[in-house]
């Protein structure tokens, strides 16, 4: 089936500190891996959810199933909206938690 492609320019120009940033978990050690997976998925859904200042589009990525490799695409205002967001809780302390141990994952 031949679908039409569709192109669509977006004008950015009302954002000129944009900043687009790509982050994936993936599981090295099945069992912690997924535990861990399962901790910070819902945490950084909800996180997102709030509408943090300067956060104008949140969306998840698979990288691959095998090994399980997922993923977010985050666009921000500015760098420091992205950076308050990062220095605040909960995000601050997730990466707290991960430092100390990374439960069988590894960021990417």
Do not use: C
């Not at 039409?4 to 500190?17: F, G, H, I, N, S």
């Not at 950084?44 to 959810?49: D, H, K, L, M, R």
């Not at 308050?84 to 590894?106: Q, V």
């Amino acid at each position: 089936m031949n679908l039409p492609t569709k192109r669509v320019t977006v004008d950015l120009t009302a954002y000129p500190d944009l900043v687009v940033i790509y982050l994936g978990m993936i599981v090295r050690v099945p069992q912690p891996g997924m535990e861990t997976l399962n901790y910070f998925g819902p945490a950084i859904f909800q996180a997102v959810g709030g509408s943090p200042d300067g956060l104008l589009l949140h969306e998840d990525i698979i990288y691959s199933q095998d090994p399980l490799h997922v993923g977010m695409r985050q666009y921000w205002r500015d760098f420091d909206s992205l950076e308050r967001f990062a220095r605040s809780e909960p995000h601050r302390e997730w990466w707290a938690k991960f430092a100390r141990d990374s439960g069988g994952t590894g960021f990417s």
